[in-house]
């Protein structure tokens, strides 16, 4: 992005996604206000920058019990630095694919690929504090692999919004704990802090699934979640009941994700 820069939202978005330079993927100058007026939708997929290894396959599962050792810390800030890098990716790639739903909802998306990019340099950070970079392990581009087969915005909200971010809720309190635990309250305080404006990501996907379906029910959410998603993949345990309440859903809801199970193959 050199020169005068974009003039609009879409055009920045689409230099913003391939750009190769990593500092500038995950900080990159701020947008122009202006939107173009006449929007078509596109299927834009983002370039890996130089320095970003990507992997079919990565070691194991982040979990809370790598926190012990400063390579473990590092590799599960480096995997939720880049589920945030994704996220901002999705919703560039949303701003684009969804050019015909309403500008409000896309300004929307906007501010949250902003936040996303937040996170990311959250993250960053706290990897140079521990003495890695973004950059230092291979990653894998899950939610890259899946979140395109949104056909619809709401299809996009139930699956990212009221799905995963809705799930982190649960995994950023387990693992706010457990950094705490291991000794790095720098590391708790930025989980804290994900998680409290990610309750607004939440509330955001809550209100476009309501105005769009007429309400919040479990089956209708559920249907929208592109294959072979199911719900078990969407929830931790236990649920952050609160969180989710502040966030949108309603006891019926909770309830209903709380006790599902898959049901027998076959059926
Ligand atoms: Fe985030
Ligand atoms: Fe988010």
Request: net charge negative.
């Amino acid at each position: 992005m050199s020169g005068t820069g974009p003039a609009t939202v879409e055009a920045w978005v689409r230099d913003w996604l391939h750009a190769s330079d990593l500092r500038e993927r995950l900080d990159p100058p701020a947008p122009p206000r202006s939107w173009e007026t006449a929007p078509i939708a596109s299927d834009f997929r983002p370039t890996r920058p130089d320095g970003l290894e990507v992997v079919e396959r990565t070691k194991r599962s982040v979990r809370p019990s790598l926190l012990k050792s400063v390579e473990g810390r590092c590799r599960v800030l480096h995997t939720f630095c880049h589920h945030e890098l994704q996220a901002a990716e999705l919703f560039g790639w949303a701003i684009l694919r969804f050019a015909d739903a309403e500008a409000e909802f896309r300004a929307g998306l906007l501010g949250l690929l902003l936040d996303e990019l937040r996170h990311a340099r959250l993250y960053a950070a706290e990897l140079e504090r521990n003495g890695s970079r973004f950059g230092a392990f291979p990653v894998r581009d899950w939610f890259w692999q899946r979140v395109p087969q949104c056909r619809t915005p709401l299809s996009f909200v139930a699956f990212v919004g009221l799905g995963l971010e809705a799930g982190n809720l649960e995994h950023a309190a387990r693992f706010a704990s457990a950094f705490r635990e291991a000794g790095d309250e720098s590391g708790a305080r930025v989980q804290e802090q994900v998680a409290v404006e990610e309750e607004a990501h939440v509330r955001f996907a809550a209100h476009w699934f309501r105005r769009w379906s007429g309400g919040l029910e479990f089956d209708e959410w559920s249907a929208q979640l592109p294959e072979p998603i199911t719900p078990l993949l969407m929830r931790g345990k236990p649920l952050a009941h609160a969180a989710r309440l502040r966030a949108g859903f309603d006891r019926d809801f909770l309830e209903a994700l709380e006790s599902w199970t898959c049901p027998p193959s076959g059926s």
